[in-house]
């Protein structure tokens, strides 16, 4: 009798810590993910790179131990896709039979050749010791038209930022179609000189780039074409300027907290083994050189087969509004944050909307490709972007997360998403953007 009530109140014991086990998020998960995607023996995880390879292998592993299955269409969890780098191998500009000095000429450009002279069709700006570089940043960059830049040399230090952002090779979501170039020089001028001629070459390479995407189908099969992703962006900045002796860019909070959290909220909801909707877990690459793979990722999705987006970034600090909060960007967009938050009565954890609306975070993240196209796509997040002195720097280290509180706020998506997930809330679309 007596051991009869022992194994009872034993198997009692097991089927509640298994309920529990259930019912929250792994901060040893959490912990031991965040460790290892910061450490700097991923060199930083640049876009394109070894470590970049290497992170992605350990989420493929991890998806792997999870029990995801890689998403229909693909074979396993990398969703492989072509980049096209442009490396500048000279430029050259004479001014009225002038040579310029080596080193006072940049190239902004994906034609293999460009050559002009005062005879071609190419605009000359001239920006002076007082003009602004700003009202002219996405002509310089994004070129409609051949253009010929002529910065005075008051403004060095100007040109020096250009070049160390040009430097090195320059990664594009598409082959060389622009047909446009512009050419940036370093050089007194008031107008556009009489006579001048510009080359430059470049040199091109397809590379491969990957997302690391896994998948949960849906129990319910009137749900499960009603996709619900979970995301963030593995991807950081590699190797960069040092600093007191450290060049690597570990980037723990931007946005390996972020990709953390993907990987905890797939183990959470494996576990749960009751997913309505199917779930896509996908850690994005390209997002901090222009949103290269949430890009891919959408056009391989129909936009209207997907419910919601919750795309996670930069939670490893605590919030303005203080512990147990995170902000949602768009927030007036949708009903999600509602939805969200009916979800999280008696926990004490608040969701706000975006209090940076002047930093166009909306627009900044992976969502923004997706919620383009009218999908429910919100970011959430609880860095306080304004003030953050260790966002893009050396110093953006685990050492410097609130690791407690990034648990929390992950404990919060799982239980404020779980009316999406069980198909008994849908948020309402986002008005999509024409082209």
């Not at 022992?6 to 086990?21: D, E, K, P, R, Y």
């Not at 500009?93 to 050559?115: D, F």
């Not at 383009?372 to 966002?391: C, E, F, N, W």
């Not at 404990?411 to 849908?426: E, F």
Request: neutral net charge; aromatic residues 8%; glycine residues 8%.
């Amino acid at each position: 009798m007596r051991t009869t009530l022992l194994l009872s109140c034993l198997a009692v014991s097991s089927h509640t810590a298994a309920a529990q086990t259930k019912k929250e998020v792994s901060a040893a998960t959490v912990e031991r993910v965040l460790n290892a995607l910061a450490a700097d023996d991923m060199g930083g995880r640049p876009t394109a790179g070894p470590g970049n390879l290497k992170a992605a292998e350990f989420l493929a592993a991890e998806f792997t131990r999870i029990g995801l299955q890689p998403l229909p269409g693909l074979t396993s969890f990398m969703q492989e896709f072509p980049a096209y780098e442009t490396t500048t191998a000279g430029v050259q500009v004479t001014l009225g039979g002038q040579a310029l000095p080596a080193g006072n000429a940049l190239a902004i450009t994906t034609q293999p050749q460009v050559t002009w002279t005062e005879k071609d069709a190419v605009e000359v700006l001239v920006l002076g010791p007082a003009d602004k570089l700003q009202p002219h940043f996405q002509e310089i960059f994004q070129p409609t038209k051949n253009l010929l830049v002529l910065v005075d040399p008051a403004q060095a230090d100007l040109f020096k930022r250009l070049a160390g952002r040009l430097a090195g090779p320059q990664l594009h979501k598409e082959a060389a179609t622009n047909p446009y170039s512009c050419v940036v020089a370093l050089v007194a001028a008031s107008a556009a000189p009489a006579t001048y001629r510009v080359a430059a070459t470049t040199v091109a390479k397809t590379l491969l780039l990957r997302n690391v995407v896994g998948y949960l189908p849906g129990r319910n099969a009137a749900r499960a074409k009603e996709d619900v992703i979970f995301s963030g962006h593995y991807d950081h900045l590699g190797i960069i300027k040092p600093t007191a002796g450290d060049s690597i860019a570990n980037g723990a909070d931007d946005d390996a907290s972020g990709t953390t959290a993907v990987v905890a909220l797939a183990e959470y909801f494996k576990k749960r083994h009751d997913n309505a909707r199917s779930l896509v877990f996908v850690a994005f690459t390209g997002e901090e050189i222009g949103g290269f793979g949430a890009t891919y990722f959408s056009k391989q999705l129909d936009a209207k087969d997907l419910t919601a987006m919750f795309n996670i970034e930069m939670i490893g600090k605590p919030a303005k509004f203080g512990p147990k909060t995170a902000f949602i960007t768009g927030y007036e967009r949708s009903d999600f944050g509602k939805l969200l938050q009916a979800n999280l009565k008696g926990t004490g954890f608040k969701f706000e909307p975006d209090p940076y609306p002047e930093q166009n975070l909306f627009y900044r993240s992976d969502n923004a490709t997706l919620a383009r196209l009218g999908v429910p796509a919100h970011t959430i997040s609880t860095d306080q972007i304004p003030t953050d002195k260790l966002y893009h720097s050396v110093d953006d280290e685990v050492s410097s997360l609130d690791v407690a509180n990034m648990t929390a706020v992950i404990s919060a998506i799982a239980r404020s998403a779980s009316g999406i997930v069980a198909g008994q809330q849908t948020p309402t679309r986002i008005a999509p953007e024409k082209d």
